[in-house]
T-cell receptor
Framework: EAGVTQSPTHLIKTRGQQATLRCSPISGHTSVYWYQQALGLGLQFLLWYDEGEERNRGNFPPRFSGRQFPNYSSELNVNALELEDSALYLC?????????????FGQGTRLTVV | QQQVKQSPQSLIVQKGGISIINCAYENTAFDYFPWYQQFPGKGPALLIAIRPDVSEKKEGRFTISFNKSAKQFSLHIMDSQPGDSATYFCAAGRGSARQLTFGSGTQLTVLP
């Protein structure tokens, strides 16, 4: 069974541009989570999507947005890129059944803003 | 109240020794406590998880100890191996909110 896949692996953008990151969850998983992992830091929760709806978002500005498609894949968009947006962006998926279902992570997209 | 505090920041252990990483949380609504292992250039991988209705869970060389009254939980790695060298993250989750709150990570180095 394929795990969570993210694309692209690496992305280099110029300050002020927009970045689009993509995530395909594990088959059967309906929830997708996005996290930001800045260099040397922990994971900061960005967004949670389930069944096509945004369920919750972390303490990030509105220029971080996303969506979930009918096939449960997801897209994270970062507008007006700033240098401090450089980080590893991780997507995780889980099956929204019951409480505390395990979340499985992809390999991440390394975004570099220059 | 969403914070999860993890210590130590880095840990060096001899091969065969015991690695212990500690986490403390504040929000009593948390009901799911996983540990993740992350190798350089890879995404975090779920290692072991515990719920607050048990005080200990063991899977192979990895054990989670949970103290609900102290709001603390820890990861013990027995017979640590060089292949265990990685960054370990504790996390806490609430069933209704789903997303995880992560600790800051512990970089474990196991010397051969």
């Amino acid at each position: 069974e394929a795990g969570v896949t993210q694309s692209p692996t690496h992305l280099i953008k110029t300050r002020g541009q927009q970045a689009t990151l993509r995530c395909s969850p594990i088959s059967g998983h309906t929830s997708v989570y996005w996290y930001q992992q800045a260099l040397g830091l922990g994971l900061q929760f960005l967004l949670w999507y389930d069944e096509g709806e945004e369920r919750n978002r972390g303490n990030f500005p509105p220029r971080f947005s996303g969506r979930q498609f009918p096939n449960y894949s997801s897209e994270l968009n970062v507008n007006a890129l700033e240098l401090e947006d450089s980080a590893l962006y991780l997507c995780a998926s889980s099956s929204y059944r019951g409480l505390g279902t395990e979340a499985f992570f992809g390999q991440g997209t390394r975004l570099t803003v220059v | 109240q969403q914070q999860v505090k993890q210590s130590p920041q880095s840990l060096i252990v001899q091969k065969g020794g015991i690695s212990i990483i500690n986490c403390a949380y504040e929000n009593t609504a948390f009901d799911y406590f996983p540990w993740y292992q992350q190798f350089p250039g890879k995404g975090p991988a779920l290692l072991i998880a515990i719920r607050p209705d048990v005080s200990e869970k063991k899977e192979g060389r990895f054990t989670i100890s949970f103290n609900k009254s102290a709001k603390q939980f820890s990861l013990h790695i027995m017979d640590s191996q060089p292949g265990d060298s990685a960054t370990y993250f504790c996390a806490a989750g609430r069933g209704s909110a789903r997303q995880l709150t992560f600790g800051s990570g512990t970089q474990l180095t196991v010397l051969p």
